[in-house]
Structures are given as C-alpha cells and as structure tokens.
C-alpha cells in the first residue's frame, strides 16, 4: 500500500482531511481562493497574514538630461565652435549635466558626439568643424527649443 498524499491536501503541506467533512473543507477552501483570484484579489493565506497586494506606483523623477543632450543645448546658444572639454566645462557651469564622476567624461563625450554622427548623418545634432571642434546643426536648434 503507498502512503504518497495526492490531491490538494498534498501540495499544501498539511494531513489529508479525513471523511466527507474534511473534504467539503477543502473544496470550499479551493472555491473560494478560485473567487478570490477572479475578482483579482489574493485569497488570505492561513496564519492570519496578508494577502499581497500590489505595490504603489512610484512617484515619477524628472529625467536627467544625458550628455549629449546637454551637449546640444550648449552648442545650440554658443556662436562658437568647441571642443569636448570645453562643452563638459560649460555643461557644469550651466548646471545641466555633470560628470557622475567618471576621469574622462571629456573623451566620452567626443566618442558619442562622433558616433551621432556618424550614425544619423546630416540629422546629426552636431557637425564636425574641424578636428576636436564641433559646431551645433540646426537639428540641435530645434531640440533645444523643443527642450526648453
């Protein structure tokens, strides 16, 4: 004879319920958790705890300008070509973007810059004067104003 528990009383851990009371028990128990999870509720779990509910949604932090969109702004306002570094300077001074602390932020910077380029074109924010010196495109006027 095998003494291996099957039915609902096995998956929940506890002794098999005995005769016909213990099984309307547990029928009735099963019913009403079915009900719960249909009205989307989650049934009371045994031991007096609370059933889990959802969490509450998190309050919306305003986005942080990233680098290059601050980049753009800069260059947009500036009649005057610039290098990376001196976008970084003028990026903090105008307390739109700042480094998270990374050595090299100036040389990130160039490689995004160059890559924008590289991969949207004339739609690039940002156009090569000449080497190390970038200038605003009107794209970037746009999304500066679009921005502010």
């Known amino acids: 004879m095998s003494t291996k528990k099957t039915g609902p009383a096995a998956r929940q851990g506890s002794k098999p319920a005995k005769g016909k009371e213990g099984t309307e028990k547990l029928r009735k128990a099963a019913l009403a958790e079915i009900a719960a999870r249909m009205d989307g509720k989650q049934a009371e779990s045994k031991g007096g705890k609370t059933p889990k509910g959802k969490k509450a949604p998190k309050e919306a932090k305003p986005k942080r300008v990233s680098a290059l969109d601050a980049a753009a702004q800069v260059l947009a306002a500036s009649d005057v070509p610039m290098r990376a570094k001196e976008l970084i300077a003028a990026m903090e001074k105008k307390g739109l973007w700042s480094s ?11 490689a995004a810059m160059i890559r924008e380029i590289a991969a949207l074109g004339d739609k690039a924010r940002f156009k090569k004067h000449e080497r190390g010196v970038f200038v605003a495109t009107s794209h970037a006027a746009r999304a500066a104003k679009e921005g502010a």
Do not use: E, R, V
């Open 100 to 110: 998270p602390g990374g050595k090299t932020p100036h040389a990130t910077l160039y």
